[in-house]
């Protein structure tokens, strides 16, 4: 199935029995979403699926939180494993993976090390951005930077951006140096280091951001937010389009403003609870079997010629 | 905010009850004492305002399945990231208000207010 585009069964007489059972499960939990323009409609994607000839996709991983063992998941490596084993049975593999946040628990350096040698499994570049548990050792995020900033020549605390068939994508950090009583921040350096990275780019450049916390108010009680996004989203708003991704909050959610559609997305490791939906916004355990339909992936589609982003999100249940 | 002040209302009466009681009854901690114990528990400090005397101790232990710490917001002390059941002591020698939050989740703050 590797090398094959995504069809629906109906259309693939090739497929076997068991991938054909694969592939209804996906088609049955993902909804895909297509950004054109602003405008964000969502159809199942065994209808839209096989009109799309991506001209390459990326993978959205988030809160590994390698070295997790409490109630909500005892084995986050196990289900780690699994996500990484369901990106690799994507029919259409991943250029890169890009990982939003909380790679490990506690900045342990052998929870780092033990996430790298399981991401390794997936065979394409990590791209990270630094969560609030990476942060966690005594230079406030140096550890993390030692061990990830060589690799994308990333500035300041660990921003940077990169280009790709087309698409530009930029790697924030709102998780160091917070302020008492307020939530994700950017700080001005890094605001200004945006503003000049886009300055000399197309407003039809198709755009990514990727960072941990959320670009935009979620749930302004827990926190769920980053207070100067607005002053960066500034420097965005010419841009036809504009895809946020983040992780933090362990469950989906969307968002479009104007340009801008907005996506958190699963942890690999524990769900949270929706906003307000319990006393805080700690690990959530589910009843027993029911923690793989809430942990999952991202698949991002780029539909060459049409700036669109198919972006599907794929439970852990949707492989077992 | 407004929400969090409510929810801590209830704390502030019991975290005042208990300094007045602890006041009248202890000599000044010593630096090796643990204190005015205070957890850390559903994403709150608790109480949310501590009052010690000078050369007093607080300790707070993290009850939540998710790591903490306790970060003074002009950098004067900080704990480590405390994971379930990890605790914290800080000896304040000089009078003043402390304001300190936890740096994983910045909206969970709290006060120790050092009487002489």
Redo the contacts between chains.
């Keep these: 199935m590797a090398d094959r585009p995504l069809l629906t069964p109906v259309e693939d007489g090739l497929i076997g029995r068991r991938g054909m059972l694969k592939c209804m499960a996906w088609a049955g939990t993902g909804v895909l979403w297509t950004v054109s323009g602003g405008v964000a409609s969502s159809v199942l994607a065994s209808e839209a699926s096989a009109a799309a000839t991506a001209a390459f996709s990326f993978v959205q991983i988030s809160d590994t939180h390698v070295g997790f063992n409490k109630a909500a998941n005892p084995d986050p490596i196990a289900t780690l494993h699994e996500a990484i084993a369901q990106v690799k049975a994507l029919p259409q593999q991943p250029a890169f993976v890009l990982h939003t946040g909380d790679i490990s628990h506690l900045s342990k350096p052998e929870q780092f090390d033990t996430a790298d040698q399981i991401l390794k499994d997936l065979g394409v570049p990590v791209f990270h951005v630094p969560g609030e548990h990476d942060t966690l050792d005594e230079g406030n995020g140096k550890v993390y930077l030692d061990r990830y900033g060589a690799m994308t020549k990333a500035k300041g605390t660990g921003w940077y951006s990169f280009d790709h068939g087309g698409v530009h994508f930029i790697a924030l950090v709102n998780v160091v140096g917070l302020k008492g009583g307020g939530s994700g921040s950017l700080g001005p350096e890094q605001v200004q280091w945006l503003a000049d990275d886009v300055a000399n780019l197309r407003s039809s450049t198709p755009i990514v951001v990727f960072a941990h916390m959320p670009l935009w108010d979620v749930y302004t009680p827990w926190g769920w937010g980053t207070s100067d996004a607005p002053a960066a989203f500034e420097h965005l708003k010419r841009f036809g389009s504009v895809t946020v991704l983040n992780g933090h909050i362990h469950q989906v959610t969307q968002k479009v403003e104007g340009n801008v559609a907005f996506h958190t997305g699963r942890s690999t490791a524990y769900p949270q609870p929706a906003p307000g939906a319990a006393a805080s916004p700690g690990p959530l355990t589910v009843p027993a079997g029911e923690l793989h339909s809430v942990l999952g992936v991202r698949d991002i589609r780029v539909v060459r010629g049409q700036h669109d982003l198919a972006i599907t999100d794929q439970t852990l249940a949707a492989s077992a | ?1 407004r ?2 002040l409510a929810a801590h209302y209830p704390y502030l009466i019991a975290g005042g009850l208990l300094v007045a009681a602890i006041g009248v009854a202890q000599a000044p901690a010593h630096a090796a004492d643990a204190g005015f114990v205070a957890k850390i528990a ?3 400090f608790a109480p949310p305002t501590i009052t010690v005397h000078a050369g007093g101790a607080v300790t707070w232990t993290n009850a ?4 903490h ?1 306790v ?1 003074a ?1 002009n950098g004067a002390f900080k704990s ?2 405390l ?2 059941g990890d605790s914290f002591t800080q000896t304040f020698a000089n009078p003043g208000v402390y ?3 936890c ?5 969970m ?1 709290g006060k120790v207010v050092v009487q002489r």
């Design positions: 905010m929400f969090r559903n994403f709150a939540d399945d998710d790591p710490t970060y917001d480590q990231a994971d379930t304001s300190y939050h740096s994983l989740h910045p909206y703050v």
